[in-house]
């Protein structure tokens, strides 16, 4: 076809207009220098756990990523919570099963398809307009994987438990006040939850992170706009409301509790034999993510001494730093039962809803297959301390 000089003028000045818009400042003004401007990925290109950061991270206000990122002052345990599984070696397996390891447990009479739980975490209104029932969707399509709930949910228990069918436990912060502890224990078990987790850390903290940023407005976690917290009882302004925890809380509270009871934030052998003398059913291994105290030990580093004061006679849970299939293994070598995953998916959540929550911890689930195959494990029983070599120094 034959061009006229008027059909390659209109076509040079609309190249000459489209330069103009694109070099305009005006035009400029409206990129965020913060963020990249790539497509977001389909669901299927994703290939590990720590993909989903990324999306997330271009969906999300700054405040409600800061909010899933950060951890307690300088974030000093927050980083050595992911650097402890790189002290920690896999051997290979010289011969392999014939057959796909075996990853099935029963845990507190609950059949899981692989030792993997969702940490609670709060706040998921922020992520997904979905919420924790997005979450609790997203496990469930997972090999119905556990949700710990956060008492700290921005959606109430019995809204989350109604949209899914696969398992859920509560995690619950002690009150001082026993009749409004109560009334939260009533809803959570009368909603289905099948275990009870007490959180006993996270004492006094300060985000950094969340302080450089005071620009922003402040994410709720809550359904409700939060009443203003108590100003501090003490003359340095450390935020106090749980520093009156104590073990005798755990007996006051037994007689409510008609579903297995554990104690989450133990980070030594004595505490962990002190749960089994009050009666709990499981001990549950976490620093909260690196959000409790900093420069505190990594929760790898201390859980070999913690499954050794437990030595078998409850579930020990573990959770802190873990990203890819090969983290679970080496928890599960070390002494956990079952590992819990919080960071991972609420990326998931944020990035693609309820497929990202079900992308993610399929990924985890596979990955931990191939770990076993690799190191010659066929089921979780074979899983033991002969398959690391550990270097904490």
Request: charged share 20%; net charge positive.
């Amino acid at each position: 076809m034959r061009h006229t000089t008027q059909d390659l003028t209109r076509r040079a000045a609309a190249k000459a207009f489209a330069a103009f818009v694109a070099a305009s400042p005006l035009l400029r003004g409206q990129i965020d220098p913060q963020r990249g401007h790539d497509r977001v990925p389909k669901l299927d290109e994703l290939i590990s756990a720590l993909d989903f950061e990324a999306v997330a991270h271009a969906k999300l206000p700054r405040q409600a990523y800061n909010y899933t990122a950060y951890g307690t002052d300088g974030e000093f345990t927050l980083r050595r919570n992911r650097e402890a599984f790189d002290w920690v070696q896999l051997i290979p397996g010289a011969v392999s099963s014939p057959t796909p390891p075996q990853t099935g447990l029963e845990l507190f009479k609950t059949q899981l398809s692989a030792p993997l739980l969702i940490s609670p975490t709060a706040g998921h209104l922020m992520l997904h307009p979905g919420g924790e029932s997005a979450t609790h969707q997203g496990a469930t399509a997972a090999a119905n994987t556990p949700l710990l709930v956060s008492n700290n949910a921005s959606q109430p228990i019995d809204q989350i438990a109604a949209a899914a069918t696969g398992p859920l436990w509560f995690q619950l912060y002690p009150r001082e006040d026993l009749n409004a502890t109560r009334e939260i224990l009533d809803k959570a078990q009368a909603s289905g939850c099948r275990a009870i987790v007490v959180t006993i850390d996270q004492q006094a903290s300060e985000y950094e992170r969340e302080l450089h940023d005071r620009h922003l407005t402040p994410v709720s976690t809550r359904r409700a706009p939060a009443r203003a917290p108590l100003a501090p009882s003490n003359p340095y302004r450390i935020r106090d409301r749980r520093l009156w925890y104590t073990w005798k809380y755990f007996d006051q509270i037994r007689e409510m509790v008609k579903v297995p009871m554990l104690a989450k934030g133990i980070l030594t052998a004595e505490d962990a034999k002190l749960c089994l003398e009050h009666g709990l059913d499981g001990v549950y291994v976490s620093n909260h993510g690196g959000r409790s105290i900093d420069y505190g030990p990594s929760t790898l580093e201390v859980l070999p001494e913690i499954a050794d004061a437990v030595a078998g006679r409850v579930p020990v849970l573990f959770d802190s730093g873990i990203r890819r299939g090969s983290d679970i293994l080496k928890a599960l070598a070390l002494g956990a039962t079952a590992v819990c995953v919080g960071r991972v998916p609420r990326w998931g959540l944020a990035a693609y809803g309820p497929l990202g929550v079900q992308r993610v911890l399929e990924i985890l689930q596979a990955e931990l297959v191939q770990a076993m195959a690799a190191t010659g494990r066929p089921t979780l029983a074979s899983v033991n301390r002969s398959l690391v070599r550990t270097d904490f120094s």
